[in-house]
Structure formats: C-alpha cells, structure tokens
C-alpha cells in the first residue's frame, strides 16, 4: 500500500498529523536509512523501513483484539472524565481503534475492539442478524411464560417490539440464572426487556457476538489479539 509519510506515522501513533509533519521538516525522519523533509512524500507500507526520532516505525493496516470489558469503564473511543474501553488497549499501535458497538458501563463481557471498519458494519447491521448472546442474573423467578414472551418480541416503549429473543433458563429461583441470544442493539436492550416482564437484570455479561465467544481465560479489563481463525470467520 502506497502512503503518505505523514499520514503513516500519524496512523501509527507518531504523533498527530501537525506534529510528525513538524519532526519530517526538521529532518528527524527517515526511509530505508535516508533522511526525508517532505511530508508528502509517498512510501511503500510492505516495503520501506522507516524510522521517527531514532525509533523503527512498523505498519499495521488492521488491528483487532478481544477484550474481556470490565464494570466501570465507557464504551468510547475517548471521555474527559472516564476511562474508555480504548484505554484499556495498552499494546495498540493504531490510533484510530473503536469497540465494534457498546455495552452498558455497568455490562462486562466481550467487546471487539478494532480499526476493520467495514467488519464492524457487518456484524452491527440489523439486516444482518448477528447473534449477540449475553449471561445475566436477574431478580425474580424466570419461568416459561418469560421465554414465550422473548420469543414473541416485547415492547420496550419504542416504535417496533423486539425482533424475536431466545431465552434460556440456567436457574430460576428469586435469583435466576439465564443466556439471552437478542439480533439487534437498543439501547439498554436486555434491560428493558426484563423490565418489560416485570423483573430487574443483577449482573450482565455478553458472552458471544456472531462467532466470537469470550476468551474464558480473560479476566476482567484484559484483552488479547484475534487470532486469524477468529478473524477469518468473523470476516
């Protein structure tokens, strides 16, 4: 891929784009051991080597990691006042990284946290219908005539009932256990809809998005890279 320096090292974390254009002028930039002052000068991504301030600067077209998002933390890309699931991606290398849609900031779970944005499109557009399958605690006894009702679509007080939910009952007690498989992304979706039948939702962590499942091995508020399998079926 044929780049612009700038624009490569600002992409790569450099700097943003005033300030690597600033250090190129200055002649603190190089490619393949030559220093360069134009910042328009047009570089080869899988060939050329370049280095900024003494540093080697590698390029990465996409970036994509799982991160196990823990209570307290904003699904954002930035926030002046709380921490972001972006935030928590200590080992990135791109600059322009999101989460591939949002969780409450009371919600744990799995979020996709990359810069692909056309596999974000798919696996968020609601003509798609991608699974996304959550674990939740919920005050009161869930029964049948609860599953029923998710299956059949509720109204959560907006235009149009839920698209048909799938509700499975782990436990039922005063404190029951469930997995809900819900294809759609309303705002505080899963809550309103145990609202709608007249319960409270505890604890809620999403466990799978499409084919993605929750590293199990990830604790709260850490993350690992996709492997390609992982990548290669979400894709």
């Known amino acids: 891929m044929k780049l612009r320096l700038d624009k490569y ?10 300030e690597v254009k600033k250090a190129i002028v200055k002649g603190q930039v190089s490619i393949g051991g030559m220093v360069v002052k134009r910042p ?9 080597e370049v280095e900024y301030q003494g540093r080697s600067v590698s390029y990465v ?12 933390v904003v699904s954002a890309t930035e926030d002046k006042k709380e921490q972001t699931v972006v935030d928590l991606i200590e080992s990135r290398r791109r600059k322009d ?3 591939v849609g949002r969780l409450d900031k009371d919600t744990e779970g799995l979020l996709l946290i990359t810069n692909d944005g056309k596999m974000a499109h798919r696996l968020l557009s609601p003509k798609k219908h ?23 679509g509720l109204d959560i007080g907006e235009k149009h009932r839920t ?23 309303k705002f505080h979706q899963v809550k309103r809809m145990f609202e709608a039948v007249e319960k409270e939702v505890l604890y809620l962590k999403r466990i799978r998005m499409g084919s993605l499942e929750l590293d199990d091995t990830l604790l709260p508020g850490t993350y690992r890279k996709l ?9």
Do not use: W
């Open 9 to 18: 090292l600002a992409d790569m974390g450099a700097g943003t784009r005033s």
């Open 40 to 48: 328009e000068t047009k570089i080869d991504t899988e060939q050329d």
């Open 61 to 72: 077209e996409y970036e994509y990691y799982m991160l196990n998002k823990p209570a307290g």
């Open 97 to 99: 990284l999101f989460p």
């Open 130 to 152: 991608v699974d996304k399958v959550y674990y939740a605690r919920i005050k009161g006894n869930v029964s049948q005539a609860d599953v029923q009702a998710f299956s059949d």
């Open 163 to 185: 698209l048909p939910a799938k509700l499975v009952i782990l436990n039922a007690d005063e404190i029951s256990e469930i997995e809900v498989t819900i294809h759609e992304g």
């Open 227 to 235: 492997t390609e399998k992982e990548i290669s079926e979400l894709c």
